[in-house]
């Protein structure tokens, strides 16, 4: 049975764009005397935001609408994220200007920041010779590495979401169980398979070992893909950007390099091999 809040926001967002785009612009103009830039239109748009590009007397913006069911937790994560990852050594991540929510039956939070350079990854591989692919993939892999090396200078944290009403666990171990555990019952309540539900219980207890190996947590990502990673437009392919940080949270690295790693795999199982030595 879908969520009532859902079904009520989706109601509402899908016969508000252009209204809810002109009461964004008239926030941006009240804020930041910044203005639409109408030289710009991302190639898609997030499934749990959207975005309008924004220019002031100074700088190039971006604003950004959280617009699904749970949108105020999605703004509150990614802001929090970006805090904590501003002054990451050579990870280049918005900054923050300000934000806050455009009022209405269903408040949208937004998010104003600054607006890197660049294209998105994903828009720009199918025009990459397969030797500048690979390139690419060492250079996130090593982006990866560093952004995870960074997030140790924060106190040791439990396994878990940035907010204080997102859960969190004293070890991996604890927390994949009662994920397990969690998405064994809906899945259970939904019809699902007696026997899938056992075959994931033996799959994670004969890895036991694996759950028991990651001490610490790491900031991660948890979407680090071509989608998210912004890249120069010509030329020598560079990441110029890591940008989506609205499902950050610490875990465990290898949870964060195997997602990048499904994601390279799918288009050339090669440069996920790079991606990982890198």
Request: hydrophobic share 40%.
């Amino acid at each position: 049975m879908a969520d009532a809040g859902t079904d009520r926001q989706n109601a509402v967002m899908a016969g508000a764009g252009t209204a809810l785009t002109q009461q964004a612009l008239l926030v941006a103009r009240k804020e930041l005397n910044a203005l639409a830039d109408d030289d710009w239109v991302p190639s898609v748009q997030g499934a749990m935001s959207y975005v309008i590009r924004l220019r002031s007397l100074t700088n190039s913006l971006v604003m950004k609408l959280f617009t699904t069911h749970g949108s105020r937790s999605h703004s509150e994560r990614e802001r929090r994220a970006l805090a904590l990852v501003g002054d990451y050594a050579g990870v280049p991540v918005p900054q923050l200007v300000t934000y806050g929510e455009i009022p209405g039956p269903v408040p949208v939070p937004y998010l104003i920041m600054t607006r890197l350079p660049g294209v998105r990854w994903a828009d720009r591989r199918s025009q990459l010779t397969a030797a500048e692919s690979l390139r690419l993939h060492r250079r996130a892999g090593a982006l990866l590495r560093q952004f995870h090396r960074e997030s140790l200078r924060h106190a040791p944290r439990p396994f878990g979401g940035l907010l204080s009403s997102d859960p969190n666990w004293p070890s991996l171990d604890e927390a994949v169980m009662d994920r397990r555990e969690h998405l064994a019952r809906q899945y259970r309540d939904h019809g699902g398979s007696a026997q899938l539900i056992g075959q994931v219980e033996r799959f994670l207890t004969r890895r036991q070992d694996a759950l028991n190996g990651c001490e610490r947590t790491v900031l991660c990502h948890n979407d680090f893909i071509d989608g998210n990673l912004l890249v120069t437009a010509a030329g020598d392919p560079v990441v110029a950007g890591v940008i989506d940080f609205e499902r950050a949270a610490f875990d465990d690295p290898m949870a964060d390099l195997a997602q990048s790693l499904r994601n390279a795999a799918f288009y050339q199982p090669s440069s996920a091999e790079e991606l990982a030595a890198a």
